[in-house]
Structure formats: structure tokens, C-alpha cells
């Protein structure tokens, strides 16, 4: 899906940098309730993905807590491919699972996260090894 791409790109980078024991790096085309079913038993999550805000230039890397994502579908869960990830954790964590209390989000700006596409945009691109530092230094 073109830019939403980007975060298989940081991730297969990460994999060629040294991380401390304990890190896992994966590659998950869901969300919500698969995505909140995988960091079962994890304390920290980090999740790399493309985002469109309009507020910020294309490929700009934004690091910020999930808890500041705008929750769109709060309390809507008519159905599992409408509950997005933080609406999920909620649900897990009211059932009593073992979740990250911290999960934090290296988000890139995106206009084109809907365009069916192998490549990235160049502006998308060249904003992959930015989105490798701030992970890095988040670890």
C-alpha cells in the first residue's frame, strides 16, 4: 500500500543495527485486535507506521505516546476491523491481559497510505533512516 509500507522498511533496517537483548523487531500488516493480541506480555511497544495528519510536510518523523493519537472509534466496537490499536489495548486491558503500559508511536507523515503501490514516495523514502534513529534512540 505505497507509504504505509514505511514501517516493514524501519523494521527490516532495524534488523541490520545491534539491539540490546530482550528488543524484538516484527512485521505485522494488522491492527487493532491482532496488532493488541501480539504485544501480549511485552512492557514497551514500539510501532512504526505511516500517518496522514495534513499538519506536517511529507516525511516528516513525529515520535509521540499512543495515548496522544486522536481514538476515532473510542468505544465503537461494533466490529474488530473498525477497533484501531488504542481502542484495543483498552478492551485487553479492561479483560485483565498482559499489555505494554507504554507504547509509543514514530509515526511519518503520509499522503498516499491508500495507493496500492511497491514503492514509497520519495519524500517517504527518504525519511526511513530518520524513523531507524528515533527508534534506535528510543531503545
Sequence with gaps: MGDDGVGWRVAERLRGHPLIPGVEVDQL???????MERLIGYQRAVIV??????KFPIGS?????LEELENSF???LGSAHET?????????????VA???IVTVVAIESQYVYDFSEVLS??????VEGAVQAVLGLL
Excluded at 29 to 35: D, E
Excluded at 49 to 54: C, K
Excluded at 84 to 96: F, I, K, M, P, S
Aim: a neutral charge; charged letters at 15%; zero cysteines.
Design 99 to 101: 499489555l505494554p503500559e
Design 61 to 65: 518523523v513525529h515520535v509521540f505516546g
Design 74 to 76: 473510542a468505544g465503537h
Design 29 to 35: 500488516a494488522g491492527g487493532g485486535i491482532g496488532l
Design 84 to 96: 484501531n490499536l488504542r481502542t484495543a489495548l483498552e478492551l485487553g486491558r479492561r479483560l485483565g
Design 49 to 54: 507506521d505511516a500517518i496522514y495528519t495534513g
Design 122 to 127: 520519495p519524500a517517504v523514502a527518504a525519511s
